[in-house]
């Protein structure tokens, strides 16, 4: 009995009783390199981070020895950025595959309450008319305050009888419809739709869509491809332009959603968890879209921190859903066909 006592004395040496936070790894102990490439972040992003959840991950635990925020925060990113639970990540910082799941739903749900920090559009009407100066600077596209598209995220299959979630393709995803600026910074994201629901189905039942047609941003519109219908406030391309001033249009038109493609791109490209290069998200929808939403946050979070997506590395093209299904419909909204020729005619003749 000697031995086993003596150890269990060493360990409440070491230890303690009560909620004590373990460190198991030091920021300071590695290069910048090594945490990009393990992390995908720097050590200063990663000290904001810290300092930003630092609160909500502190909360109090039934664990004798709690995880501390600034490991927490680690085995998130490590997550995030390669899509995986792998040994070599937990080890690196010396936790469990248990641990790092858990410190996963930890992380999300801190970021996901700070969402609406980080994801918004501007509320004034100096910002709004900034966001017009700079898209019309791209492209020559007046009056865009954002550029909208959606990108299907794979997950588990919920059950097997929830068809709701089996996209066209076949397999079971969220579709989250997200809007961006010109910077590639997101002001509209929405991640729990279910991916059987076509983009413009998602379009016209999110909130960003309540908010034009209650008139919430007058003579302002968003820019969106061919998945979507022609609004007054959504200005799509022309299935089959004919004139000068109809190809011009599309022109500017592509030229200035490509941000959007970009952007998405660029999403998948840093949290590769999203990707489905490592399969598809093995959590209910509900948490998937909490995921996806938390990475949003990084993203904008990057942004604010000069971290420009632009130099980041992409994967390839988003897919696009056929085009020919929305042609005919498009023209039922004469108003907003009217408002896209008289787009054309004062810009673009």
Known sequence: MAIPITVLDCDLLLY???HRTL?????????DEYLMSMYGFPRQFIYYLVELLGASLSRPTQRSRAISPETQILAALGFYTSG??????GDAIGISQASMSRCVANVT???VERASQ????????AAIQSLKDEFYGLAGMPGVIGVVDCIHVAIKAPNAEDLSYVNRKGLHSLNCLVVCDIRGALMTVETSWPGSLQDCAVLQQSSISSQFETGMHKESWLLGDSSFFLRTWLM????VPETPAEYRYNRAHSATHSVIEKTLQTLCSRFRCLDGSKGALQYSPEKSSHI???CCVLHNISLEHGMD???SPVTGPIEQPPEGEYEQMESLDLEADRMRQELMLTHFS
Request: hydrophobic fraction near 45%.
């Open 109 to 111: 749900e801190a970021l």
């Open 118 to 125: 980080f994801i918004h559009f501007p509320a004034d009407e």
């Open 84 to 89: 995986s639970f792998q040994t070599r990540m």
């Open 236 to 239: 799509t391309p022309l299935h």
């Open 16 to 18: 303690g009783r009560g």
């Open 309 to 311: 997506i632009w130099s």
């Open 292 to 294: 996806i939403l938390a």
């Open 23 to 31: 460190d198991r790894f030091k920021l300071d102990d590695v290069t």
